[in-house]
């Protein structure tokens, strides 16, 4: 009966885990979420029970194969924070196991689509910010844009130069295991004025005389 036992045992596997690959969007990955799948997948055959065989001969519903394929819709949520190649388990969604054993698991595999408003850097955002020249010179206020929608109010100092970078502390990506978050980096790219009036030219001629800059005439 040992003997048997040990067979037995060994003859119980669990089953393979599968991998799927998802793409989120970064506001995906910034606020988190749930995202409804059809995953493929197998399950044990319901006319010879896993067995591959009835009455002796290969089974015809399955092919001798034991499984056939199934398609099952599930929701899983993804958590704040998800960068390229984070995994999401989801536990007794793979492969039946042999012999009686646990189903395994099913892997979400995580890539995030580029976005055209921001770069990423580990959990640190970067993001440029249209900035008038006159407010450049003079200061005044920007609006930095997060990807959750909301707009935060940023204040631009008097003679900001171009390419300048403002820290949003915490307001970056949220760190996918543990509290807190990355900081979104606000990048200042300073606006020239086009379609200059007669009384606008006249006033930055005057401007470059005081400075000492020649001007075309």
């Known amino acids: 009966r040992g003997g048997q036992g040990v067979r037995q045992d060994f003859r ?3 089953g ?41 001969r290969p089974c015809t519903n399955c092919s001798g194969q034991g499984v056939v394929a199934r398609t099952k819709r599930i929701q899983v949520k993804i958590p704040p924070g ?26 979400l595999v995580i890539s995030v689509k580029p976005d055209p ?27 930095v844009p997060i990807p959750d929608g909301r707009k935060l109010i940023l204040t631009i ?24 978050s990355g900081n979104l980096y606000a990048r200042v790219k300073v606006v020239l004025p086009m379609s200059l009036t007669d009384e606008e030219r006249a006033l930055f001629e005057k401007l470059a005389h005081s400075r000492g800059v020649e001007v075309p005439s």
């Open 117 to 143: 408003l921001y770069e990423r850097k580990g959990d640190d955002l970067y993001t440029d910010i249209d900035v008038d020249l006159v407010k450049a010179m003079l200061g005044g206020e920007a609006t």
């Open 16 to 56: 393979d885990n599968i991998e799927q690959p998802v793409e989120v969007t970064l506001q995906e990955a910034y606020v988190g979420g749930a995202r409804t799948f059809n995953i493929q997948s197998t399950e044990p055959c319901p006319v010879c029970h896993g067995t591959g065989e009835t009455s002796g």
């Open 12 to 14: 119980r596997r669990a």
């Open 157 to 180: 100092p008097p003679e900001t130069q171009n390419g300048r970078l403002f820290r949003l502390a915490a307001k970056g990506m949220p760190h996918l295991r543990g509290e807190g």
């Open 82 to 107: 998800v960068d390229n190649g984070s995994k999401i388990r989801v536990p007794g969604e793979g492969q039946p196991g042999a012999g009686g054993g646990p189903r395994g698991d099913l892997f």
